[in-house]
């Protein structure tokens, strides 16, 4: 139990070792189930809500346990423990966005939620390797961070537009501002906003800084637009059918 928290740790995370490939294929495996199932999820509304739940569980209790683990091994320093990054925010968005089904909310977590939880799925910026708690917390949470969107999207049938694209895009420049404010603030480094992460990521591609902060803006747009493609052809179909209906 000792060193499943310990702040130390003998060895390193190794990206895509088969520890990481697992929690990559559980992550593709609960989307799977959630589309595949989504019709019967739908029709019982106890499974429904469980689901919701198990969702937000997913999200908050890993989190709270993080605080205390952070208190536990004397780790509180607000330069690096407020909840202060993407992936942070998304997760309490996403929190308020399944209690509230709050639609501006989804527009914002479906594109940057997913984005930027994917991105840090397949590129962890992580320390600690299974089986220490870091390392089940920042899967638990990044994978439900990427469920509770496309719940929403797939059970209470929520769709995106083009418009939530520069709802999102604008969202996350306020953002930038406020973290970029309380970076300079604290002498911190929330988000990345004034270098890249120690770890390898994507952001090692995108050039020296400030131009990486340039590049990410868009690369964002670029995938907030691939991402909202498979709606254009839903929405193509769903005139199509209503054209149909009224034509008979």
């Known amino acids: 139990m000792s060193s499943f928290f310990d702040r130390n740790s003998a060895e390193n995370f190794i990206p895509y070792s088969a520890s990481h490939t697992v929690m990559l294929a559980a992550m593709i495996v609960l989307a799977l189930l959630l589309y595949s199932f989504r019709l019967q999820v739908r029709s019982i509304p106890l499974l429904h809500n469980m689901i919701r739940f198990g969702i937000i569980l997913g999200l908050l209790v890993p989190q709270i346990v993080l605080y205390y683990w952070y208190a536990d091994q004397d780790l509180w320093d607000v330069q690096y423990t407020l909840p202060l990054e993407l992936c942070s925010i998304s997760q309490l968005l996403a929190i308020i966005m399944l209690l509230t089904r709050s639609r501006l909310l989804y527009q914002i977590v479906f594109f940057a939620g997913i984005g930027g939880a994917m991105q840090a799925m397949l590129t962890p910026d992580l320390a600690y390797p299974y089986p220490h708690f870091r390392f089940f917390h920042f899967f638990i949470v990044h994978i439900a961070i990427i469920l509770a969107p496309l719940y929403m999207t797939w059970i209470d049938n929520y ?88 034509s008979k």
């Open 159 to 246: 769709r995106p537009t083009w418009k939530s694209i520069g709802i999102t895009m604008i969202s996350l420049n306020i953002l930038l501002v406020v973290v970029g404010g309380t970076d300079y603030w604290l002498d911190a480094n929330y988000m990345f906003l004034k270098s890249k992460p120690e770890g390898a990521s994507l952001l090692d591609l995108l050039g020296p800084y400030p131009y990486y902060l340039l590049a990410e803006e868009g690369i964002a747009l670029v995938i907030f637009t691939i991402m909202y493609l498979p709606f254009i052809r839903w929405r193509r179909g769903q005139e199509e059918h209503n054209k149909i209906l009224r």
